[in-house]
């Protein structure tokens, strides 16, 4: 299983804390339980931090063309109409998808096309459940055209224990639903808006994987 880079560091830290920490307790306490108790622990807790950096490959093998692909691993907890007045500036199709500790949290470019807008908030860190985390978290707005020429908006979403989130796509890049376009440590939530013509492919409460799972057809408009 590949590690995602986010996680290297991290992971490499941690080991060498944990082995700090159980090194001495097997020289010098008494043997067997505490010592075992102790590197039981460690493990579990080394295992549940390499879980959330794996990082797998994948390719979308389904229709391309005028498809929405959901950005990340999750469950569906909102489809709903709103205003979206950062980028799209206009009421929008709202798919939202919240990625609990143990979800994958490397975040996939959504559709082909190209990035037009990027940008970071500062914020809060509430619940990522909650409505206002949308517009109130810490939070990265990317906005893309589609090779339709219909345009979206992704915004990744920090949560209660999501402190970071990274961006990598840039204006100018070019999308690609095999790729990622960022990643969010621990908890969070991606929002996808879409044209409110959108045909939503999901429904509240579908478990979706990033990069495979289809989230909307968004067809071209007729000239």
């Known amino acids: 299983m590949k590690i995602h880079r986010e996680g290297t560091n991290i992971l490499i830290l941690l080991f060498l804390v944990l082995a700090a920490l159980n090194v001495p307790v097997w020289l010098f306490m008494p043997p067997y339980i505490i010592p075992g108790c102790l590197s039981a622990l460690s493990l579990v807790v080394y295992l549940f931090v390499f879980n959330f950096f794996r990082c797998p490959k994948r390719h979308y093998r389904g229709e391309h063309h005028d498809h929405v692909v959901s950005s990340v691993d999750g469950k569906v907890v909102a489809i709903e109409r709103v205003q979206e007045n950062e980028w799209l500036r206009s009421e929008a199709l709202m798919v939202s998808v919240f ?25 809060r860190f509430l619940s990522a459940y909650l409505p206002k985390a949308s517009t109130e978290n810490e939070r990265s707005t990317i906005g893309m055209r589609m090779d339709n020429g219909r345009r ?28 990622h376009l960022g990643f969010i440590k621990f908890g969070s939530r991606v929002d996808i808006y879409l044209p409110v013509d959108a045909e939503v492919l999901v429904n509240i ?10 989230l909307a057809i968004v067809r071209g408009e007729k000239e």
């Open 99 to 123: 990625m609990s500790p143990l979800n994958v949290h490397a975040n996939w470019f959504p559709v082909d096309g190209k990035v037009e807008y990027v940008a970071h908030h500062r914020g």
């Open 205 to 214: 409460g579908d478990v979706t994987r990033g990069g495979l799972t289809p």
């Open 152 to 179: 979206i908006v992704v915004r990744q979403i920090a949560g209660a224990m999501a402190r970071r989130i990274v961006t990598y796509a840039y204006p100018g890049q070019h999308a690609d639903i095999d790729n």
